[in-house]
């Protein structure tokens, strides 16, 4: 095998994964394969896998193309919104510029009305997503919405998605799921036998590894391999780190500032909540249901997302994630102009306040501008820990 195409087996291959896995796209499509874009954990992977399309994350994570996206998009926006169409307007995205179509939802104001302009540049399909999960006919919407994405996916792909294929894809995935909550479980370990910092780099590079059953493979021999380590007595956490859960918005872009800081200070983030974390991986769907579309679909519409209005799954999720991670202390990471989850923060704080927690809230943004202060602030929550 090209050594480019090799599967990552340490922490650092995986980070690495992104930039790799343009070479990988760059085959899948001369092999004539077809790639979609995706931007959100909401968008069901298990379609798109039955249709035989190869599904990579758009999520904008750098500050560089925000400039080229201000020419059109107004300043006081997410970064994450700006980033992602950056990339596309200024066609610096390998991921994008080879994406057959791209799938977004219509989730956060701001992404949805990006979506539209993005279309002009992309072919894009818009889901629906509902925004109730306690409404019974949001069900029955987000269902609807998922057999049109499937009629869509046919028609223009000439493919034909099928209960089996749905249902292979489903196991797949579940594997999938299953063995990157295993890899965060091990952070249950106190001391844990991983870094925050290395563990994200894994989950995040493990979307760029495209062969969903060798990304189940390689993260559970990552899993096993942390833990020899760990037992034969190569500890590289104090016992004595504070242990964070990080909540919140998608934290790809502000990593080293957020969590990084927060390990250089003292913690351990042994739990991420948010996207890219427990909340898009804990959830299962059941291959076996007797109508397997409905049965996705209920597995994506339970995701406590702040765009879900009341959003009790992700009070629940942080409420059992306190006690199974042993946790010391909340930081909620917010991006700048995000109003679902700056929102939303004050029902954390309260949550967190409730249950005995200190929280501390962080709002950011791509830039450099504020590390020193963000520093200042995680140091001196460290310090009260
Ligand atoms: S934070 Fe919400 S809108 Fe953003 S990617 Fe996650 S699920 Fe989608
Ligand atoms: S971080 Fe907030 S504003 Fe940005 S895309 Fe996600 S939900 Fe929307």
Known sequence: MDDYLKLPETFEEFSEARKNGFIRVKKIKEEGGLIAGVFCTYTPLEILDAAGLT?????????????????ELPKNLCPLIKSSYGFAL?????????????????TCDGKKKMYELLGEIKDTYII????????????ELWTKELRRLIRTLEEKFGVEITD???RSAVCLRNDERKAKTELMELSRLQPPPLRGLDLYKVLEGSGFVFDIAASAEAM????????EKYEAGDRPVSKNAKRILVTGCPIGGVLEKTVGTIESSGGVVVCFENCGGVKATRELADAEADDIVQEISRRYLNIGCAIMTP????????????????IDGVVEILLQACHPYTVEAHTIRRLSSEIGMPYLGIETDYSNTDTGQLSTRIEAFMEML
């Open 128 to 139: 629906q997503l509902p925004q109730g999960q306690d409404r019974a006919y949001s069900a």
């Open 164 to 166: 089996e294929k749905l």
């Open 311 to 326: 959003n009790q799954n992700r009070v629940n999720l942080i409420r059992s994630l306190v006690d199974e991670y042993h």
């Open 55 to 71: 599904a990579v994350g758009l999520c904008g994570m750098s500050n560089e193309t925000i400039p080229a996206a201000e020419s």
């Open 90 to 106: 200024s066609d610096k995205c390998p991921y994008t510029y080879f994406s057959d179509i791209i799938i977004g939802e219509t």
């Open 220 to 227: 559970q021999s990552t899993k096993r391999k942390a833990l």
